[in-house]
């Protein structure tokens, strides 16, 4: 009684040879959730409307439904279909299911959700269901509906997962060991009981895919002071914007222009918005630097610069330590 079916029907409608299709449904034509416009497509196409029927089985080409009638208004408003215990037969050579989907209540219930009659998950005001942090929106709380009312649904659970501390459990997983997966990249993770079946495609503890993807080099892995996890450091002057390193970011991020930026001259740090910075020259530590917005000159070397301290610290590291970077 969908707008799928309507689909489905004037598709059929429109196989060579085929005769007759017919929609079979367990309402009036009232009650059903397809746009009326949907409905009178489907019938201008030559598709029959057969209402008040609910379909039990299909067996040698016949289709045997159950004779419905109308009941009292279910919590939608729609009356509800009664079994009136008679039958109907309908010549069926195929049958084509289009009676919707539905979240697999098992799954829900196997995560401690609480379930209401319906299967649906329990929910609050604000969309959380009986198990803090998981939150049941859209189709899922409200059965078949519509796109508004998901996204009516999503928009209060957003405000609500807004003042989550997202990165609650961010230093749990990441490995005390950073040199360990570093060098089993690749591998099967055999003896890594963190990541799984994974392999490594997901590690918390070590992502430099966009190092490793660059075909310019232009994504660098700078080890830091005082850091566990080596901070990537994209070099302009390498990169010529390929978008590699986007497409396989597994964050969803473009490191070409996300990352914190080594450039080479004024021109190219002018020409740029990426947050990042231009070491002078003159063998001093001192140093253009664009940073949330905002354009400066500091002497990294100097703690009270004003600078950071985690940006303080990377550009020393590049300066100190990788030294073939900076022109």
């Known amino acids: 009684g969908g707008n799928t079916a309507m689909d489905a029907a004037r598709a059929a409608r429109r196989i060579p040879g085929v005769e007759h299709v017919r929609l079979v449904y367990r309402r009036t034509r009232r009650y059903m959730p397809a746009d009326e416009e949907e409905l009178a ?3 201008a196409d030559g598709v029959e409307f057969l209402e008040l029927l609910s379909p039990v089985g299909v067996k040698d080409g016949v289709l045997t439904c159950r004779v419905m009638e109308l009941g009292a208004p279910d919590a939608s408003g729609r009356r ?93 997983n990441i490995g005390p060991d950073h040199q360990a997966p570093l060098a089993g990249r690749g591998d099967l993770c055999a003896d890594c009981n963190t990541c799984g079946d994974s392999r490594c495609l997901g590690c ?29 450091v994209h070099v302009d002057g390498m990169c010529n914007e390929c978008g590699n390193c986007a497409t396989f970011c597994p964050y969803d991020s473009r490191p070409y222009r996300d990352k914190f930026t080594l450039f080479w001259s004024r021109e190219d740090f002018d020409h740029s918005e990426n947050e990042g910075f231009l070491p002078y020259g003159d063998g001093s530590g001192t140093c253009l630097v664009r940073l949330d917005g905002r354009v400066a000159e500091y002497d990294a070397a100097d703690p009270a610069c004003g600078l950071p301290a985690d940006v303080r610290a990377l550009i020393q590291a590049v300066r100190a330590d990788y030294g073939y970077l900076v022109r």
């Open 80 to 172: 509800s279909p009664v079994a009136t215990g008679k039958t109907r037969t309908v010549p069926a050579s195929a049958v084509i299911a289009a009676v919707g989907e539905q979240v697999d209540g098992a799954f829900l219930a196997a995560n401690g959700l609480t379930l209401d009659q319906k299967g649906r998950p329990v929910v609050d005001e604000t969309m959380q269901t009986s198990v803090p942090g998981v939150f049941a929106v859209g189709d899922t709380r409200r059965g078949p509906a519509t796109v508004v009312e998901a996204i009516a649904d999503a928009a209060r659970a957003a405000g609500a997962i807004v003042s989550l501390d997202l990165g609650k459990y961010a230093g749990a």
């Open 41 to 43: 497509l489907a019938l």
């Open 204 to 232: 918390a503890t070590v992502c430099e895919t966009c190092a490793e993807v660059c075909p310019n080099r232009a994504n660098v892995a700078v080890a830091v002071p005082g850091k566990r996890q080596r901070q990537i």
